[in-house]
């Protein structure tokens, strides 16, 4: 089994950006990052100092119906190359404390399956055993403390 990681896709991102409005009809309202330190998830990697960022509502194409939400992501506010896919998640996400939310083909979440990865745990390590099982269709990685979207992890094969 092959997994990939990615973030948030960046056409959308970059229609949303153009439009100065996110998925909550809110306008975007760009800053200046004056200590870094961000999780992006337009590129997955960790704001600089300087970078010019937003803080955005999103909703999420790929969940339908009433599991779909809407809530906050940081973003690069110039839009971004956005992450490339990836088999593994970069070190600082991979080691933080996050909630693997799994979904099912119907798009919606597997309640049961969901899941507290620890820091001494690997995100990357616990999706693939969450993607093991054939009932899960795709995996939401939701920080911890404020259950923000971080990541979606999915099979590229079988």
């Known amino acids: 089994m092959t997994l990939i990681f990615t973030g948030i896709p960046v056409a959308e991102l970059g229609r949303v950006l153009t439009s100065g409005v996110d998925h909550g009809g809110n306008p975007i309202e760009p800053f200046v990052d004056p200590d870094g330190g961000w999780p992006l998830r337009c590129c997955l990697a960790d704001s600089r100092v300087g970078d010019r960022l937003a803080i955005i509502a999103w909703s999420h194409a790929d969940v339908r119906g009433p599991y779909r939400e809407t809530g906050p992501i940081v973003v690069h506010a110039d839009g ?31 309640y049961d399956s969901v899941t507290l990865v620890d820091p001494d745990d690997s995100n990357s390590a616990a999706a693939a055993r969450l993607l093991a099982r054939p009932e899960i269709e795709f995996i939401h990685g939701r920080n ?12 590229t094969d079988g």
């Open 80 to 110: 971004c190359a956005g992450a490339p896919s990836l088999s593994t998640l970069p070190d600082q996400l991979d080691g933080r404390l996050m909630f693997l939310r799994p979904y099912d083909r119907d798009h919606r979440i597997v």
């Open 144 to 155: 911890y403390r404020g259950g923000c979207y971080a990541f979606t992890a999915r099979r």
